[in-house]
């Protein structure tokens, strides 16, 4: 699955790809059409320094080009390497949502049975959830179709009704036990 992003950057590298190559034929065609010049020119006699001159010119569009495909080579290895990270890393993303999924839906479950004993409405459980998804009250006031004042005061009440200060308390009383003790996290409680 490939994201906009991704789609407009593979749009850009193919129309740097496709300028490259053309930049490259077109320096190989003036190194031919030069080098031809150069070989007749020096038949006929024509002073060492235009000689000098046209061959130095046909060795900068030869080297042109050899740079031109080298690096469009070594863009096209670092697109490839890049696109089997994201590959790999977009599997293992669904990996771990399917694999997480039952234990999320406990938790959902296990949410709502808390907003439920403390007896929240249903407006302010769907609230709620949005504040522990980290949602400012202006994108709940949006999802919800509400404005941003009753966001705030459906937030005001959620925590009143549920004994907490904010909503960092809210998130903290859900998350706090997800998270290991800080002695296994490797956290000391008397930082020195």
Do not use: C
């Amino acid at each position: 699955m490939m994201n906009t992003t991704s789609k407009k950057n593979t749009t850009t590298n193919t129309m740097m790809t496709r300028e490259r190559q053309f930049i490259a034929a077109v320096l190989l065609v003036i190194t031919f059409m030069v080098g031809a010049d150069l070989a007749t020119d020096s038949r006929e006699g024509v002073t060492w320094w235009h000689l000098f001159a046209e061959g130095l010119t046909a060795l900068t569009a030869a080297l042109g080009v050899f740079f031109l495909l080298r690096d469009s080579f070594t863009l096209k290895r670092s697109l490839e390497v890049e696109r089997s990270t994201v590959s790999r890393l977009e599997s293992e993303g669904k990996a771990w949502q399917a694999q997480s999924k039952k234990y999320i839906e406990g938790l959902s479950q296990a949410i709502d049975q808390q907003l439920a004993q403390w007896q929240l409405s249903h407006s302010e459980r769907e609230v709620a959830f949005l504040l522990l998804k980290g949602l400012s009250f202006k994108e709940i006031a949006e999802i919800r179709n509400t404005s941003e004042k009753t966001a705030r005061t459906q937030s005001t009440a959620i925590y009143s009704k549920a004994g907490l200060a904010g909503r960092s308390e809210l998130a903290a009383f859900f998350l706090e036990d997800l998270l290991p003790p800080s002695e296994a996290r490797g956290e000391d409680k008397n930082p020195s």
